[in-house]
């Protein structure tokens, strides 16, 4: 529900020269998830997957570990004055004996497009206890066969090639084939519908895959792999330093700048048959 990009008017300027013309823009607009009617979390977001992008979150809040955990995601009717649906909250229902989320891992109000660990109510829950140890995943693939998703997730994203303003997140397997593909204003969201897919579908934990991501690899996005079961992360940017600890503690292997044929290696080279230093 609800469109991924948008037109506007733009005063265009090349050599000095004047133009107006039409252009197309990523929409962002807030999502507010509801568990049980008791709001939780509002994020900024681009419309689409966002029933992906729900049970995505809760997977890396701890919350839902399989798709029998969800009994229900809806839209919530009546979100306008006028009684309207702007499609911009949804609830959650848990299945029963699921426990809700914890009072800890609650938003203060909203998070950012671009950050979604903005509002936690405690630093202490940040460091989500992962569900499945990733230290001993099997996983094991090739520089070469890494240095071909960058182009392989740019060739996917639909979005980006008309408005260039989407992150994009895509799930791969051991021989470099594109499982899954989602774009969204925020990497953070990005990653919780690629993650919310393979709830949904059944496919957790998400052990023998890697995560690709467009952007940096912080913190969060190093937790959000671990919470799903994903051995390895690759980013075409940096990581933060935060990111490479906890990657180093979780035994995740974690990849930045992979740009071509390059790439560091920050944490367990040995899943791309390298050696340390």
């Known amino acids: ?18 133009t107006a013309r039409p252009d197309t823009l990523t929409v962002e607009e807030p999502l507010e998830i509801r568990v049980a009617g008791k709001a939780l979390s509002i994020t900024m977001r681009t419309p689409g997957d966002d029933f992906d992008l729900a049970a995505g979150f809760l997977v890396g809040e701890g919350v839902v570990r399989a798709a029998a955990d ?5 839209y919530c009717a009546g979100a306008t004055a006028d009684g309207g ?13 699921v426990a809700p989320p914890d009072a800890s891992v609650e938003r203060n109000f ?39 998703m960058p182009d ?28 899954c593909l989602r774009e969204d204003v925020g990497r953070h969201n990005a990653v919780d519908k690629v993650v919310g897919w393979a709830t949904r579908d059944g496919r957790l934990p998400l052990s023998g895959t890697a995560l690709m991501v467009s952007g940096r690899a912080s913190f969060e996005l190093v937790q959000k792999a671990a919470m799903a079961g994903i051995p390895l992360l690759a980013a075409v940017s940096a990581p933060s330093s935060l990111a490479v600890d906890l990657a180093g503690e979780l035994g995740l ?14 944490t367990r080279p040995d899943r791309l048959g390298l050696q340390p230093n």
């Open 1 to 18: 529900m609800g469109r991924m990009t948008s037109r506007r008017r733009v005063l265009r300027v090349r050599d000095g020269v004047q």
């Open 70 to 74: 969800l009994h229900s995601i809806r």
């Open 85 to 97: 649906n702007t499609y911009n909250v949804l609830d959650v229902v848990l299945a029963a004996g």
């Open 110 to 148: 909203y998070t950012t497009s671009s950050c979604g660990l903005c509002g936690k109510a405690s630093l202490d829950a940040v460091r989500t206890t992962v569900t499945w140890p990733i230290e001993d995943d099997p996983f094991g693939t090739d520089p070469g066969t890494l240095a071909r």
């Open 152 to 179: 392989e997730l740019r060739a996917a994203q639909r979005v980006f090639d008309r408005t260039g303003g989407l992150h994009a997140a895509g799930l791969f397997d051991a021989d470099g084939k594109l499982l």
């Open 253 to 266: 292997t974690l990849v930045g700048f992979l740009r071509g044929t390059s790439m560091n290696v920050y």
